[in-house]
T-cell receptor, first 115, second 116 residues
């Protein structure tokens, strides 16, 4: 089945620094990937849709300059949290759709802690 | 805009018994997909089952089945012979197939606990 690899699984960074999270589709090409944020005991909130070779589409209320998304190839999308602050601490999850079937495969998530 | 409602924040069931999780949605679309995802304590999102709206037959995957009522916009998940490993958050999700915008809309989730 389709596999999406997300790294790192956990990261702790100092306030003011930037952190990059990678999302790779391992056995299929994904022209579109999605980035979610999940607060404790809550549902997934879509942050942005990442399109290969073009700019990401951000959901309302998501800061484009803080959450930089790059989808440079058909198998890799990255989310960079710039100038991170403690309120950016959260669980971030990526997903991608294998166009062979309707369904989304999710990465294992990244727990970001900003200290 | 599409919305997905899961009215049961938490549920529990005894091992080997059957439990049904509720999900309703609101949409004006005719072509769409519905999904149930499971998120265990590891927080990995796992697809449990999906249903194409144009199919009248309810989807089944081993112990998991759905009751899809399109007119009522209801999409419940039945778990038969519950196992301890079924303990997880369950999210109902909707995806429309038209309009070029492709994204999943999630409900708030139901926390299911299977008791030994």
């Amino acid at each position: 089945g389709a596999v999406v690899s997300q790294h790192p699984s956990r990261v702790i960074c100092k306030s003011g620094t930037s952190v990059k999270i990678e999302c790779r589709s391992l056995d299929f090409q994904a022209t579109t990937m999605f980035w979610y944020r999940q607060f404790p005991k809550q549902s997934l909130m879509l942050m942005a849709t990442s399109n290969e070779g073009s700019k990401a589409t951000y959901e309302q209320g998501v800061e484009k300059d803080k959450f930089l998304i790059n989808h440079a190839s058909l198998t890799l999308s990255t989310l960079t949290v710039t100038s991170a602050h403690p309120e950016d601490s959260s669980f971030y999850i990526c997903s991608a759709r294998d166009r062979k079937y309707y369904g989304y495969t999710f990465g294992s998530g990244t727990r970001l802690t900003v200290v | 805009a599409q919305t997905v409602t899961q009215s049961q924040p938490e549920m529990s069931v005894q091992e080997a018994e059957t439990v049904t999780l509720s999900c309703t949605y609101d949409t004006s679309e005719n072509n769409y997909y519905l999904f149930w995802y499971k998120q265990p304590p590891s927080r990995q999102m796992i697809l449990v089952i999906r249903q194409e709206a144009y199919k009248q037959q309810n989807a089944t995957e081993n112990r998991f089945s759905v009751n899809f009522q399109k007119a009522a916009k209801s999409f419940s998940l039945k778990i038969s012979d519950s196992q301890l490993g079924d303990t997880a958050m369950y999210f109902c999700a909707f995806m429309k197939l038209s309009g070029g915008s492709e994204k999943l809309v999630f409900g708030k989730g139901t926390k299911l606990t299977v008791n030994p």
